[in-house]
């Protein structure tokens, strides 16, 4: 079955807006109104990611300075949208595995 092509759009669309939310701060302040346009987006560009100064056991991280959150990249020592090609390299070999295990399963090999 072939994807359509506006569906693929919509798809690659939709994973790359989830992974500018994610990547820089899921829990936006709520004095923005357009998440994405005004905070999300331009954050991901800059390459202000991991945002977040609330530990899981705190009400508020507000008027904090100190970051609670981080990714492996930065963990590793790389900064900004470098600090994503672990994810990368995850995301690459996940789907090369998974490109191989639909072949195997169409041509009937295993």
Not at 72 to 80: I, P, S, V
Request: charged letters at 15%; one cysteine or more.
């Amino acid at each position: 079955m072939a994807c359509e092509p506006a569906g693929s759009v919509a798809v690659v669309y939709s994973m790359f807006l989830m992974l500018a939310g994610t990547a820089v701060k899921p829990e936006v302040p709520r004095e923005i109104y357009h998440p994405y346009q005004e905070y999300l987006l331009p954050a991901f560009f800059e390459g202000r990611l991991a945002l977040n100064t609330q530990s899981i056991d705190m009400v508020t991280g507000r008027g904090r300075r100190a970051r609670f959150a981080w990714n492996l990249g930065q963990r590793l020592g790389l900064e900004g949208g470098t600090s994503l090609l672990p994810l990368a390299l995850y995301a690459a070999l996940a789907g090369g595995w998974l490109l191989v295990a639909l072949r195997r399963e169409a041509g009937g090999t295993r």
